[in-house]
């Protein structure tokens, strides 16, 4: 069974950095092929994707949005992938989402994941 678990949500203050993390498990990671995943939801508002990066030939790719103010990484020894998050802003509120998918050949989309995580709430005050 899959499991992501995310950690390091809380209330921060606008221009400070944060920086998630995903516990990841179960035996679906095991051949390699998977791609990691962040989404956010703000509030009233729909997911939408941050960034992924793939195991299988590490690659990562980025929203428009969020270049140059987010970076994902991953450690696979520990099987945690990260969000750095720097210089936030108000309109950072949101739940943030890991996400997995088991097959790298198709992009990592919010239609094409297979698991999610709960999610944590990242509340960024002006």
């Known amino acids: 069974q899959v499991q992501l678990v995310e950690s390091g949500g809380g209330l921060v203050q606008a221009g400070g950095s944060l920086r998630l993390s995903c516990a990841f498990s179960?035996?679906?990671?095991?051949?390699?092929?998977?791609?990691m995943g962040w989404f956010r939801q703000p509030p009233g508002k729909e997911r939408e994707f941050l960034a992924a990066?793939?195991?299988?030939?590490?690659?990562?790719y980025y929203a428009d949005s969020v270049k140059g103010r987010f970076t994902i990484s991953s450690d696979n020894v520990k099987n945690t992938v990260y969000l750095q998050i720097n210089s936030l802003k108000p309109d950072d509120t949101a739940v943030y989402y890991c996400?997995?998918?088991?097959?790298?050949?198709?992009?990592?989309?919010?239609?094409?994941?297979?698991?999610w995580g709960k999610g944590t709430l990242v509340t960024v005050s002006s």
């Open positions: 179960g035996r679906s990671f095991i051949s390699g092929d998977y791609a």
């Open positions: 996400a997995a998918r088991f097959d790298t050949r198709v992009p990592m989309t919010q239609s094409t994941v297979h698991s």
């Open positions: 990066t793939s195991r299988k030939d590490e690659s990562t």
